[in-house]
């Protein structure tokens, strides 16, 4: 038995809130009204589909991976989230505490595989199983190839590749016994090239050949791993990087659909990918980015190497 984890922190879950209210209140949150793509998830899936399975989350305190574990938790999933600031990991432990599951929180750098792996064992050892592990800690900023440092270069690779590579590794022991699967959160960087990204396009490029690796190796365990590639999403850190420069409109006009996606629509691809209406899907990229994807990032990247962001 696995000793519990200094900053493996336990949250009670509020019991009784009514699962759509709090859905639809983390969507208002997010600035949306509701209408079709805002349609609370346990509206259009079981609120059970996942109960009594448990998820760890990587990078899970903010941002897409953070929509990603509410989405997990709003069909029932308990959810270890696993970031660096344990303020932050608090704050969002909070909110999901609004559901009707478990939730732990524990501070680790995903860099770090001893202290990910005491983590991943802990959460495990606190559920009693494991199935999804998310491996979406990531670590970018916008600087030409030129004059990137051979450390800027390394962060980036260190905090996506080699972390995601950890998190899958360490989660092994625990996939194996549940049949479960690994959920990369990858970017349209990993297929095209995008000027000022050559490090995030190689670290998300190596994931994605990482995902289908052990696709390959671990599917005789049972063990599914895949990857979703979010396009603009609205309210990230990322994308505020991205659209300042350029503004939103240019980035509206690469996209098909015409607008920036929301996280939850992220989150609502990576919960199917983590439940059994997945079973039979392993090595699959999942593109969720509005059909960005099909008119490349030429225009949009152009525009951005023009605007020379700083950061
Ligand atoms: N442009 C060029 N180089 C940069 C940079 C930038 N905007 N930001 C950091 N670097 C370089 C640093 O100069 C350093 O290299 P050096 O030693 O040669 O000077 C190297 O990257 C490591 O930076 P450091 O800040 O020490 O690393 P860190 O591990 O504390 O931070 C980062 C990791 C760099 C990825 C940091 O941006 C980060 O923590 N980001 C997390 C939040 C985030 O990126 N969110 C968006 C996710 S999509």
């Known amino acids: 038995m696995t000793p519990p984890l200094k900053g493996l922190q336990a949250v009670a879950?509020?019991?009784?809130?009514?699962?759509?209210?709090?859905?639809?209140?983390?969507?208002?949150?997010?600035?949306?009204?509701m209408s079709n793509e805002n349609t609370p998830l346990c509206e259009m899936l079981s609120p059970n589909l996942?109960?009594?399975?448990?998820?760890?989350?990587?990078?899970?305190?903010?941002?897409i991976n953070l929509a990603i574990a509410r989405g997990l938790a709003s069909v029932g999933a308990d959810i270890a989230l696993c970031g660096r600031s344990q303020d932050k990991l608090d704050e969002a432990a909070k909110e999901l505490s609004q559901y009707?599951?478990?939730?732990?929180?524990?501070?680790?750098?995903v860099r770090d595989r001893d202290s990910l792996g005491e983590a991943?064992?802990?959460?495990?050892?606190?559920?009693?199983?494991?199935?999804?592990?998310?491996?979406?800690?990531?670590?970018?900023?916008?600087?030409?190839?030129e004059s990137l440092s051979s450390n800027g270069f390394r962060a980036v690779i260190d905090i996506d590749l080699v972390g995601s590579f950890h998190t899958a590794q360490a989660a092994f022991d625990h996939l194996r016994p549940t049949k479960g699967n690994i959920l990369f959160v990858s970017a349209g960087q990993s297929k095209l090239p995008f000027a000022n990204q050559s490090h995030a396009g190689a670290?998300?490029?190596?994931?994605?050949?990482?995902?289908?690796?052990?696709?390959?190796?671990?599917?005789?365990?049972?063990?599914?791993?895949?990857?979703?590639?979010?396009?603009?999403?609205?309210?990230?850190?990322?994308?505020?990087?991205?659209s300042e420069p350029v503004g939103i409109e240019r980035w509206n006009q690469a996209v098909a659909l015409g607008r920036f996606g929301y996280a939850?629509?992220?989150?609502?691809?990576?919960?199917?990918?983590?439940?059994?209406?997945?079973?039979?899907?392993?090595?699959?990229?999942?593109?969720?980015?509005?059909?960005l994807e099909l008119s490349g990032f030429g225009a949009i990247s152009q525009a951005l190497s023009a605007a020379t962001p700083s950061d």
Request: no cysteine.
């Open 13 to 33: 879950p509020r019991m009784g809130e009514e699962l759509g209210d709090t859905v639809e209140r983390a969507n208002n949150s997010e600035g949306s009204s």
């Open 50 to 63: 996942l109960r009594g399975r448990a998820a760890f989350v990587t990078g899970g305190g903010s941002g």
């Open 100 to 109: 009707n599951v478990r939730v732990l929180s524990a501070a680790a750098d």
């Open 120 to 145: 991943i064992n802990s959460a495990a050892s606190e559920f009693g199983r494991l199935d999804t592990v998310v491996a979406g800690a990531a670590g970018n900023f916008f600087a030409p190839a």
């Open 203 to 242: 670290a998300k490029a190596g994931i994605d050949n990482l995902m289908a690796n052990l696709a390959l190796e671990w599917g005789r365990f049972g063990i599914r791993s895949n990857s979703v590639v979010p396009g603009p999403i609205r309210e990230t850190e990322g994308m505020r990087r991205l």
């Open 264 to 291: 939850h629509e992220v989150a609502a691809i990576a919960v199917v990918l983590s439940s059994r209406l997945a079973s039979y899907v392993t090595g699959a990229r999942i593109v969720v980015d509005g059909g």
